[in-house]
């Protein structure tokens, strides 16, 4: 079966420090991956997707960026994080027409 | 542009009674729907969708819900709520020409009252 990993849990980051937040999958070849924000605990806002090895689509402008180095393994990176990129960061894989999520990471900056 | 709305920021209902969480769509061509559910500090788990056949589609946790074309509406439904059922509901459909992309709801908070 397929399984979604996210680390770390949680972080606590101070402003212009960098990030990188890490999703793998597991029981499953060449995904469709997805970040996503969550703020303030309601509404998500797909940040990237990638559909393969070092194709990252950005969905909109912002602080961050994305890479995929291995076909089930999708990172979340900044240079220098922002107060307004705290949130809840949440990975997704495709299966069957279907997303299926990670378990999140809370990200608070300070 | 293709979205869901979600109208409600929050519904209350007592246990036992009927809930309902509202949705409605706007998308070019024929929709695929779904709906999530997420708990305090979790990722969003999958409750049921609808991409064709019968317009009344049955998902897990004794949840359902139903694809009205002429309302564009796709209303999740649970006959008999429970207190463990309070949670963050989201209402998603798939971006066409999008590589399985979904534009989600703001997401509907439900409170289940013992």
């Known amino acids: 079966s397929q399984t979604i990993h996210q680390w770390p849990a949680t972080l606590v980051q101070p402003v212009g420090s960098p990030l990188s937040l890490e999703c793998t999958v597991e029981?499953?070849?060449?995904?469709?991956l997805y970040w996503y924000r969550q703020a303030a605990g309601r509404g998500l806002q797909l940040l990237f997707y990638?559909?393969?090895?070092?194709?990252i689509s950005s969905e909109v402008p912002q602080n961050l960026s994305a890479s995929r180095p291995q076909d089930r393994q999708f990172i979340l990176s900044s240079k220098k994080l922002l107060l307004s990129d705290s949130g809840f960061y949440l990975c997704a894989f495709t299966r069957y027409n279907e997303q299926f999520f990670g378990p999140g990471t809370r990200l608070t900056v300070l | 542009a293709q979205s869901v709305a979600q109208p409600e920021d929050q519904v209350n209902v007592a246990e036992g009674n009927p809930l309902t969480v509202k949705c409605t769509y706007s998308v070019s061509g024929n929709p695929y729907l779904f709906w999530y559910v997420q708990y305090p500090n979790r990722g969003l788990q999958f409750l049921l969708k609808y991409i064709t056949g019968d317009n009344l589609v049955k998902g897990s946790y004794g949840f359902e819900a139903e694809f009205n074309k002429s309302q564009t509406s796709f209303h999740l439904k649970k006959p008999s709520a429970l207190v463990s059922d309070s949670a963050l509901y989201f209402c998603?459909?798939?971006?066409?020409?999008?590589?399985?992309?979904?534009?989600f709801g703001k997401g509907n908070q439900v409170v289940v009252i013992p």
């Open positions: 998603a459909v798939r971006l066409p020409y999008g590589n399985n992309r979904l534009a």
């Open positions: 990638s559909v393969g090895i070092g194709q």
């Open positions: 029981g499953t070849s060449n995904p469709n």
